[in-house]
């Protein structure tokens, strides 16, 4: 195709679609590819038919067709698609016109001059059809351009509309990541004691502690400790006591309190994941997060209420065929991850963070970091919240084993922590012209789709992406 031709058009009833429009331009945008949009300008477009029929003809890429009841007879729209398809005819490009199927207008009643064409459906959730448009654009070699930037998104949208604007002065219900400690181990333990070596594999048979100056801090007592440790005497005080910092200063310096908690809190979490048969992995800054291995679960998909308290399920594991430029394809799998850190103020939680890391046989996750880093930024660029969220509520859905606590084993005593998170309000929310994309069925999950990647092995491991994965 032409290099002159440079922009993905939209073509749309105005004013009737201009919501779903700006709301894809903008994604397109965020996505780093040159939109044309005659609306208010969007990022240099322009709003008069000369300057649509220039950019139909001589500068665009693909046409959108943002197909509605209204554009479906509308003369406005339908004047820019029979240009367009002209414009394919005479060029013979291949899937010039990708039709966007945004309402329930029937397949009966669609115009003819769009019955030959392959429509993306966006009638399920906005979502799942941007997803799938992105796809087909990939596929197709639409290049991008490094103008087109979250960064642009933002500046352009605060040209457009005040700081003000979309803000509603009343109160939202939030979901935190914040999941409440709602039972501490009540003694915290100074035990007097030597390892005793071969005694066996520390991280399945003991139970964490904390070595300080000569004892060992633990929240597990000394049966539980043993044989690991040949203990000659045992102090122990209450944790709730230490952690506010009424404990002499002789056993544990406050300065340190909170530290040593933190790191039992968070080392009894990572060996509950281990106890679990979860896939532990150790990310950069030497924390680490668990995963489910292929086949843990039925059909790698945990059923759970979601922030409704309606029945749903999400895929926690999904693979993507990779091809290299030579050679056979291969499988990549994905695996979704939470990490566990320790909170004490508003209150006692361990906030959850999400992660997704890799495998090549659903079992064993890559010891690459670099290569993990790269594949994460590939897989999870069109991930949205509600993605990150609900898998967060399933995969705590999973280790709570039906209970509506996760109970954590400390060595005589446990930690109990809510299987749903902390809600807080906001005293405002947000009530923009964009609506907020539309719900999807109960059943509502993207599994990434099983084609193949045009990368090689090597290229896709230097893959870039906008980060929006933790890593």
């Not at 351009?145 to 509603?168: E, I, K, L, M, S």
Request: net charge negative; aromatic share 12%.
């Amino acid at each position: 195709m032409d290099a002159m031709r440079d922009l993905v058009f939209v073509s749309h009833a105005n004013p009737e679609d201009n919501q779903f429009c700006r709301w894809l331009s903008l994604c397109l945008a965020r996505e780093g590819y040159p939109v044309w949009l005659d609306l208010k300008r969007l990022l240099g477009g322009e709003n008069s038919w000369s300057d649509i029929e220039e950019a139909i003809r001589n500068r665009a890429v693909k046409v959108l067709y943002v197909l509605s009841r209204t554009s479906n007879t509308k003369p406005g729209a339908l004047k820019e698609l029979a240009l367009a398809q002209t414009v394919a005819k005479v060029h013979q490009f291949r899937d010039f016109v990708i039709p966007l199927k945004i309402d329930d207008i029937s397949y009966a009643d669609i115009n003819i001059n769009l019955h030959q064409l392959n429509a993306v459906s966006f009638e399920k959730g906005w979502r799942e059809g941007f997803q799938q448009l992105l796809l087909k654009i990939e596929l197709d070699g639409v290049q991008k351009d490094a103008r087109f930037t979250p960064d642009a998104v933002t500046a352009w949208w605060r040209t457009q509309f005040n700081a003000d604007a979309g803000v509603a002065n009343e109160p939202e219900q939030c979901l935190s990541n914040w999941f409440e400690i709602t039972h501490m181990p009540a003694k915290l333990f100074f035990h007097e004691a030597k390892v005793t070596f071969g005694a066996g594999d520390g991280a399945s048979m003991a139970y964490p502690t904390v070595e300080l100056g000569g004892r060992w801090v633990s929240f597990a007592d000394a049966a539980h400790l043993a044989p690991a440790f040949t203990i000659r005497r045992t102090t122990d005080f209450a944790t709730k006591d230490v952690i506010e910092g009424l404990l002499d200063e002789r056993y544990i310096h406050q300065n340190e309190v909170k530290k040593i908690v933190s790191f039992l809190l968070v080392d009894n979490w990572v060996r509950m994941m281990r106890l679990r048969e979860m896939a532990v992995y150790q990310l950069s800054n030497h924390r680490f997060c668990g995963a489910l291995r292929q086949n843990q679960v039925p059909d790698d998909k945990i059923t759970f209420a979601d922030i409704d308290e309606k029945p749903a399920w999400r895929g926690i594991i999904g693979y993507k065929t990779m091809q290299r430029a030579s050679g056979p394809s291969w499988v990549r799998f994905w695996h979704f991850a939470v990490q566990a850190r320790a909170q004490f103020f508003p209150v006692w939680a361990y906030l959850i963070t999400n992660h997704v890391v890799f495998s090549e046989d659903g079992q064993h996750l890559w010891d690459s970091r670099e290569r993990q880093h790269s594949a994460r930024r590939s897989q999870c660029k069109n991930w949205w919240n509600d993605d990150w969220r609900d898998r967060m509520l399933a995969m705590m859905t999973w280790i709570a084993d039906g209970s509506d606590q996760i109970t954590v084993n400390c060595g005589g005593d446990v930690i109990e922590v809510s299987v749903r998170p902390l809600t807080f309000t906001s005293p405002v929310r947000y009530a923009g012209e964009v609506p907020a994309l539309p719900g999807d069925p109960d059943e509502r999950e993207f599994e990434p789709m099983a084609t193949s990647d045009s990368d090689d092995e090597d290229l896709d491991e230097g893959e870039e992406g906008d980060g929006r994965c933790e890593s």
